[in-house]
């Protein structure tokens, strides 16, 4: 099953099923993340900072591909509530959208 390391998380693992958005795998492991419009792709609040793996996400949405073609996202960073994820992936979340409750390793 396709895996997402969240490495500022203390490397925490959350494994993504099929048809499963990364953003649902997270919630579904109980991990809080922002997602200020409600995880539905009006915001950039649930990016992640790709650091390996970025092969393994799905095809850029839509979505996705506006926020980068007007520079609200990086060629490393995914938005979880629209992204899929097909093999093992890590990442960071970014320093912008910590939750100011959340333990952070770094």
């Not at 990016?47 to 506006?66: D, P, Q, S």
């Not at 960071?92 to 390793?105: A, D, G, I, R």
Request: glycine share 10%.
């Amino acid at each position: 099953m396709p895996k997402l390391i969240v490495q500022n998380l203390a490397n925490r693992q959350v494994e993504v099923a099929g048809g499963q958005t990364v953003f649902e795998a997270l919630q579904a492991a109980g991990i809080d993340w922002m997602h200020a419009c409600g995880a539905k792709g009006r915001c950039t609040t649930c990016r992640l900072v790709v650091t390996e793996g970025l092969e393994h996400f799905g095809a850029l949405t839509a979505t996705e591909t506006r926020y980068r073609d007007n520079g609200r996202l990086q060629q490393n960073e995914r938005l979880l509530c629209q992204a899929t994820l097909h093999g093992k992936a890590s990442g960071l979340v970014p320093e912008q959208t910590k939750l100011p409750h959340q333990q952070y390793s770094f």
